[in-house]
């Protein structure tokens, strides 16, 4: 079907305006990256007065940004991974059972996503703490401590998205597969996961991301060994100087790794999302 | 079967992944080592630690006891000190804001300094005793004692100064037509910058400024923000926005970078600031040759029952840990910290006061610009109200004065009915608790 | 939080003979023990309970107890002051509660205006990209990175740009365009609340756009090719085919929005630091200067409270109207 000239104008102002819209702030941190400091302190310049690029030599030492980076890559892959393993047994059970308890429990679950974190940000971490007299083992300043928060905080919506996606999932599949003898399980890992695999990426890459932004616990639950990047960035100011440079390049080369894998796996995502979302 | 044997292998997976990226980080306590908790005072917080490790290790060679340094920065370090404060788990010694230390002393989590326990640092004279009187409410063991000694000053730009053929302020008065000759919006210069969106700036500037004239901030507990005085006193700051000598974009500055850039650049012919200023302006290429310091005048003649407040006493406590299974070697550490030898070699390097006298004695703290902040915090400081509450006190205030400054730079007139307006709120909220 | 209660019940109690009963009868194959579905839900349901339920509770109830300075350290034997903490935060003759009751409007606006915005720009670039052309891979591509971004490095990158005298939107707006005379304050004042929308919706617009794509691909190309026959034009067919089509995608995907948006943290708190300007104090950074920088936690966690409360029944409503089905899933 050929479109209107009305139709066209419009769609090509939407994508115009959006793609203005995105790119501004974009632009403005990738030359700010290569500006000497002088540069970024002054009035906003759309050129470099010179391109340098000692800010991404220099941000290394300024904080210590690999130390957080790693922490970073810790928390978020062990929260993403672990957040997704209970998602997947969860939402397996919330769709193929009917059991007293499943409205409660997914009522439950969803509520926790309206708590505000100040309001259970300091008892967590009185927890945390006392967990270590009690226990002898610290959650608090632990990346272990922050992957358990992190999953949490993932969880409600992963469980959300993939019972709609079981569902859409036509349940003869594992019947089939039960009555060859396999054991629930057996059928999940063996026949429902693999069809459902868009959906565990959607809800990887999105617990991936709760973890990798999160700013509020991380800044009270770590320690300066296990601070996390999204945490950390604040360091490049400090008592009398804001290395606005150091910062743009430091943003530049940690989200480097986030927007490649995020993009890589966009396919995945929207097809999880689709199913998922629109069950839901 | 199968079923249980998948179970078992997924719990094992995730105890696993739990065991492996659980991170020990729990300090032993053998008397041997002590954890450290710096605030940030230099340029970067591994500067900071560059200063510290070797003079930490120094320190090691005298006792045998190790320190575990770190360096935390300002946004970070109270929430950190509160979460030890409730939990019980913190660090054994730790540096303060000294504006914090009745706050602190009221819950109990800092080791008090009685008599018998200051013996143990040197003896309260020890200490310089304006810096001394920030330590923690009147009439009960401080609960800190002072590290790093700060106080303002006015920094002005000296060929501006030669060029308009002026002289350094003597009193407000003359600080405020001093400003007006120097204002040219035209050229982009200002008689004065400020840090207007600092809301903790705002309460140091509410208080100093209500002090000369003669406002009391609580009698009894009960708080009085919305005296004349008080009123009077954050018109004084708010005034010079109004007046026209600030340039109106400086009620956005949320931090000294700008202000202090401002400065540098010529764009700004003074302004207030701390004596750790002087750092900062070296690297935004200004020698100390091409500014003055003086302090910050006040109105003359003074208003009745005003006092000669041109800082408050500003800096930096250094306390120990109630909780620290290491308490004698805490003291020992405080002590080492706040030693002559010390004092001379860290506020060298970090460009603020010592707070024990004898320091004074070296060279490099004998410059004319040492001794006005010398003179101005020995003289003419009063420290912030040393009660438990500083912190709501501050921000109540603090926030008053940053909306007032906005509103003005807005183009909103601000005349002492909005100031007391504004301040009648601050205080009845003191007041609720709320 | 009624879960442990119901779900005791349905371990321990009811009778052993006792089938699904809501099974359909196809279903019966599966071989279940009645206890394993319950075993699936442990690892959430404790997780779940360590991190939120438990520690919530904790805030209920620190909101009915003197936590401040004085009693912080010994929290746990803080005087009980009933419901003084709430009597404080919602009376609206004092200065405090007026301050919460601006705050939340302030939030309740926001919100709103971030939704609609972000399902608009969503709506929008998802249309204009759902059929293929050169370039649309790049085009989904770019729009997806402002999400992907650390939340720190983005504000702080608008925070650089709001500058009144050095950031760029006042060289564009007022040098480049001539829209003002004077130059506008974009980080204090009124226009704060501007910014703070801004910035969000830069931040959040790309899941909207995510999902709402994902919703366009499960349409059916045929019920565009019917509606066509029908002589229905672009704009018709956006009408009586894609939005009827995306009411489920929407449902969630609004609250997930609302929810985000009502409860950040980190966006304002970057942008203004703790104390916000009055325009832009939103429900979160307020509580946070209530807590955790004035000491008052018992008054902040019944602030906290109170936003729960709130939420709770917006969002129970919301479900209501919106026609729930998770429970027949």
Request: net charge neutral; hydrophobic share 50%.
């Amino acid at each position: 079907m050929r479109d209107g000239v009305g139709v066209r104008v419009a769609r090509i102002t939407v994508i115009v305006v959006l793609t203005v819209f995105t790119v501004v702030p974009l632009y403005v941190m990738l030359v700010s990256s290569v500006k000497p400091l002088r540069d970024v302190q002054g009035a906003f310049t759309l050129l470099p007065s010179a391109v340098t690029v000692q800010p991404f030599i220099d941000m290394w030492r300024t904080v210590p940004l690999a130390q957080y980076f790693v922490n970073s890559v810790w928390v978020s892959l062990g929260a993403s991974v672990c957040s997704v393993l209970i998602a997947i047994l969860a939402a397996y059970a919330l769709s193929r059972y009917r059991f007293r308890g499943r409205g409660g429990f997914l009522t439950m679950v969803l509520s926790t996503q309206m708590f505000p974190g100040i309001l259970f940000l300091l008892p967590l971490f009185l927890i945390y703490v006392n967990l270590d007299r009690a226990a002898g083992t610290s959650l608090f300043g632990s990346r272990f401590g922050l992957i358990i928060t992190y999953l949490t905080f993932a969880l409600p919506f992963s469980i959300w998205l993939l019972v709609g996606y079981f569902d859409s999932i036509p349940r003869e599949l594992d019947e089939a597969a039960l009555v060859d003898g396999a054991s629930p399980l057996g059928a999940l890992v063996r026949v429902v996961l693999p069809a459902a695999l868009p959906g565990v990426a959607a809800v990887t890459i999105y617990a991936f991301m709760t973890a990798w932004t999160e700013v509020l616990f991380a800044s009270v639950l770590t320690t300066t060994e296990t601070r996390t990047l999204a945490v950390g960035l604040r360091s490049y100011a400090t008592q009398s100087n804001v290395y606005w440079n150091q910062v743009m390049a430091a943003s530049l080369v940690v989200s480097l790794p986030v927007v490649a894998g995020f993009l890589l796996l966009q396919k995945a995502l929207v097809r999880g999302l689709t199913a998922g979302a629109v069950k839901a | 079967m199968r079923s249980s044997r998948t179970t078992a292998v997924l719990a094992v997976l995730l105890l696993v992944f739990g065991i492996t990226a659980c991170g020990s980080g729990s300090s032993s306590s053998d008397g041997k080592t002590l954890t450290y908790w710096a605030s940030n005072q230099a340029s970067s917080l591994d500067a900071d630690r560059q200063i510290l490790q070797p003079e930490l290790a120094k320190f090691e060679q005298q006792t045998g006891i190790h320190v575990n340094l770190e360096v935390i920065s300002w946004p970070d370090l109270l929430n950190r000190i509160l979460a030890a404060t409730t939990s019980g788990e913190g660090p054994d010694v730790v540096n303060i804001g000294n504006t914090w230390s009745a706050s602190l002393q009221a819950t109990g989590a800092l080791q008090p300094f009685d008599d018998a326990t200051l013996a143990k640092v040197g003896g309260k004279d020890k200490f310089l005793a304006s810096s001394m009187a920030a330590t923690g409410a009147p009439g009960q063991p401080p609960a800190a004692v002072p590290l790093y000694g700060l106080a303002y000053g006015l920094f002005y730009n000296k060929k501006l100064f030669a060029d308009a053929g002026v002289a350094p302020p003597k009193t407000w008065q003359d600080l405020v037509a001093v400003a007006h000759r120097l204002t040219d919006p035209g050229k982009g210069q200002w008689g004065v910058g400020l840090e207007g969106a600092s809301y903790t700036e705002g309460a140091h500037f509410a208080f100093m400024f209500g002090r000369q004239h003669g406002a009391q901030l609580f009698v009894n507990g009960e708080p009085g923000f919305d005296t004349p005085q008080m009123v009077a006193g954050v018109s004084q700051y708010v005034d010079l926005l109004t007046g026209g000598v600030v340039n109106p974009s400086d009620a956005e500055h949320e931090n000294d970078t700008e202000m202090l850039r401002d400065f540098a650049a010529g764009k700004s012919a003074m302004i207030m600031v701390q004596n750790y200023a002087t750092a900062a302006l070296k690297t935004d290429g200004m020698d100390e040759s091409q500014y003055g310091v003086v302090p910050i005048p006040v109105p003359d003649p003074l208003p009745a029952g005003g006092a000669k407040v041109s800082s408050h006493v500003a800096g930096i406590d250094i306390a120990a840990f109630a909780n620290s299974k290491n308490p004698d070697g805490a003291l020992k550490l405080i002590d080492f910290m706040t030693g002559v030898d010390e004092q001379k070699v860290l506020n060298g390097k970090l460009g603020s006061l010592p707070v024990v006298t004898q320091a004074y004695q070296d060279p490099q703290f004998q410059t004319p610009l040492i001794a006005t902040f010398r003179g101005v915090l020995a003289d003419a400081a009063e420290s912030m109200p040393m009660i438990a509450q500083e912190s709501q006190f501050e921000t109540l205030i603090g926030t008053s004065v940053k909306e007032l400054l906005a509103q003005a730079a807005g183009g909103t007139k601000i005349d002492a009915a909005a100031v007391q307006a504004k301040l009648t709120a601050a205080n009845e909220q003191m007041r609720t608790g709320g | 939080m009624s879960l442990p209660a119901t779900q005791r019940r349905g371990r321990v109690g009811g009778p052993p003979d006792d089938p699904p009963r809501r099974a359909r009868t196809r279903r019966r194959r599966i071989p279940a023990k009645r206890w394993f579905p319950y075993v699936l839900l442990v690892p959430a349901l404790l997780a779940e309970l360590a991190v939120h339920v438990i520690p919530m509770l904790v805030g209920v109830w620190m909101s009915v107890q003197q936590v401040n300075q004085f009693t912080l350290r010994n929290w746990t034997r803080a005087p009980f002051i009933g419901l003084d903490n709430f009597a404080l935060a919602a009376r609206l003759s004092s200065p405090a509660g007026q301050q919460l009751l601006r705050s939340f409007t302030t939030t309740v606006v926001f919100t709103v205006l971030v939704v609609v915005l972000c399902w608009l720009l969503g709506l929008a670039a998802a249309v204009a990209l759902q059929k293929p052309f050169p370039g649309r891979g790049v085009l989904r591509t770019l729009f997806l990175v402002p999400f992907a971004l650390p939340v720190f490095t983005a504000v702080i990158t608008w925070r650089f740009m709001l500058q009144r005298d050095t950031g760029l939107v006042n060289r564009v707006l007022v040098d480049g365009l001539g829209l003002f005379d004077d130059k506008p304050f974009w980080l204090v004042g009124p226009n704060s609340f501007v910014s703070l929308v801004v910035v969000m919706v830069w931040r959040v617009w790309p899941y909207a756009f995510l999902t709402i794509t994902a919703g366009l691909q499960s349409i059916p190309d045929e019920l565009y090719e019917v509606a066509e026959m029908d002589g229905a034009g672009p704009w018709q067919q956006l009408r009586r085919v894609t939005l009827p089509m995306l009411r489920p995608v929407n449902r969630v995907l609004l609250l997930v929005l609302f929810l985000w948006s009502f409860n950040d943290f980190t966006v304002p708190y970057t942008l203004f630091g703790a104390a916000a300007p009055p325009d832009a104090d939103v429900l979160s950074v307020h509580i946070y200067q209530s807590s955790f920088v004035t000491w008052n936690f018992g008054l902040g966690s019944a602030m906290s409270v109170l936003v729960l409360a709130f939420l709770l029944v917006a969002s129970a409503i919301y479900m209501l109207f919106s026609g729930r089905r998770a429970e027949h899933a």
